[in-house]
Structures are given as structure tokens and as C-alpha cells.
């Protein structure tokens, strides 16, 4: 079971003691790190270190917690906003909270709440980790050039010479691949830019090539390749390819 640490912020002390008594006896795997009444209080420890929960009331005296949120330059945290008044809802979710809890707490509310939370801060722990992974399994590959795309199945380990080009498509990044099949990837193009061997040019803001498998250059502005696929090639970068063969 993985403990998550959360924080609590209420300016009534018996809130606080309620809320933290809810939380024990419904979600131990939920450490309380701290309490706070005075909202000052609260934003300098969430300056310095982050929890992944943040419960947190809207009415305070001096700073109301929209008002708390706004004055934090990092907000790594789930929150889930405490407060008596309903209408307060439609500007919690604006700023980005996860759940609103009504007072006086209801257990069914509050766990409804939680389970939101902790499915949101558990998927976000997990797409890191495989971001850490993917980066590890770049940096050891590398020198045996090949490119590793992340795909709703796992992980291709795609050779680069059985890379065509490469397409970028709405922040995405279309592989175009020697046997006529494609693998689409969420990484931008320019995060491959960065992987792929000299034999690749980008020709264009939304196209590199593999140069290997360039076949014809058209005065019109385009590659063909070996595939009889048409790439674009922009004017700025017309110039820097023909050097290549000169």
C-alpha cells in the first residue's frame, strides 16, 4: 500500500481534528504531515515542500484558499477543496481541483473525494516512471541506434535504418518505417531530433529524413524516397541539403 502525504488547512481547529479522524479511520494509507489554521502558515511550508494531497477549506479569515493557491509558483499537489457553500463549486473546479467537499463532512462525499485524488496522483506517479523508464532505456540504446517509441502496448525498439521519416502531426510524431508501416508516438518531433543519428535531416518544420533513403530532390520543393513518398522540403533548408552532397 502506498503512503500518500497529505496536508490539511482549515482556520477552525475542530474541523481540522474532525477531518484528520475521517482520514485515518477511512484512508490509512493517508499520512497527515501537518495542519494548519493560519493560511500564511500553510503557503510557506507548501513553498518548501509539497505533499500529494492539499485539503483545503475556501473561507478563511485574511486569505481564502483561491487566494492561498494563487500565491504557491508550484502547485504539485492534488486538492480537494472543503467549504459550506455550494456555490463556491463552479470556481473550485476552476481552479483546478479535484473535488469539493461539503460541510458539515459526509464520509460517502469525502471518500468519493479521495478515490478521485488518489486514482489521479497514482496515474501521475506511474506516467513518471515510465518517462524515467524510457529516458534510462534512451541514454543505453543509443549507441546501438535505435529509437524507442512508447505505444499503447509498451515500448518499440524501432532500428533507425528501418526509418523512412518522420512526420510531426498535432504535437505528435508519426514514424514512417521501410516495411510501408507507421507508428504513431505521443513525443513531438523535436524530442527525436535529439535521438537520431547524422543520417537524418530535417527538412522541414514538420518532416526529417532519413537521408540513406532519399532518392530524388524536386526543384519544386520536395524528397521523394525510396517508397515513392513525397516530403516537403522548406526553402531556408533547400540550400543546407544539396551541401550535403556536394
Known amino acids: 500500500m502506498n503512503i500518500l502525504n497529505a496536508i490539511l488547512i482549515d482556520d477552525e481547529i475542530s474541523n481540522l481534528k474532525g477531518l484528520e479522524q475521517k482520514l485515518n479511520k477511512l484512508f490509512p494509507q493517508i499520512k497527515v504531515l501537518n ?3 493560519k493560511p500564511e502558515d500553510a503557503i510557506c511550508a ?7 494531497l492539499v485539503f483545503l477549506d475556501i473561507e478563511m479569515p485574511r486569505i481564502n484558499g483561491f487566494d492561498l493557491l494563487s500565491k504557491l ?7 480537494i477543496f472543503i467549504t459550506a457553500y455550494s456555490e463556491y463549486a463552479i470556481e473550485a473546479f476552476k481552479q483546478n481541483a479535484v473535488d469539493y467537499v461539503l460541510k458539515p463532512i459526509d464520509d460517502e462525499e469525502l471518500i468519493v473525494a479521495v478515490e478521485k485524488a488518489i486514482k489521479i496522483i497514482s496515474e501521475k506517479k506511474e506516467f513518471n516512471n515510465n518517462c524515467k ?3 534510462l532505456l534512451t ?4 549507441n546501438n541506434k535505435k529509437i524507442i517509441v512508447p505505444t499503447a502496448k509498451g515500448l518499440s525498439f524501432i532500428p533507425q535504418e528501418e526509418v523512412l521519416h518522420l512526420e510531426g502531426y498535432e504535437g505528435y510524431t ?6 510501408l508501416t507507421t507508428v504513431m508516438s505521443s513525443y513531438n518531433l523535436g524530442h527525436f531530433e535529439k535521438l537520431l543519428s547524422a543520417v537524418f535531416f530535417k527538412c522541414h518544420k514538420s518532416h526529417i529524413v532519413n537521408l540513406e533513403k532519399v532518392r530524388h530532390f ?5 524528397l521523394l524516397l525510396e517508397n515513392e513518398e513525397r516530403v516537403p522540403i522548406s526553402k531556408t533548408n533547400k540550400k ?3 551541401k550535403l552532397f556536394r
Open 35 to 37: 495542519t494548519f489554521q
Open 139 to 142: 541514454s543505453t540504446l543509443s
Open 73 to 79: 509558483v508550484k502547485i504539485d499537489f492534488q486538492v
Open 133 to 135: 523508464l524510457v529516458d
Open 46 to 52: 507548501l513553498q518548501t515542500s509539497q505533499p500529494d
Open 174 to 179: 508519426k514514424i514512417h518505417l521501410t516495411n
Open 218 to 222: 524536386e526543384n519544386e520543393g520536395y
Open 240 to 242: 543546407a541539403f544539396v
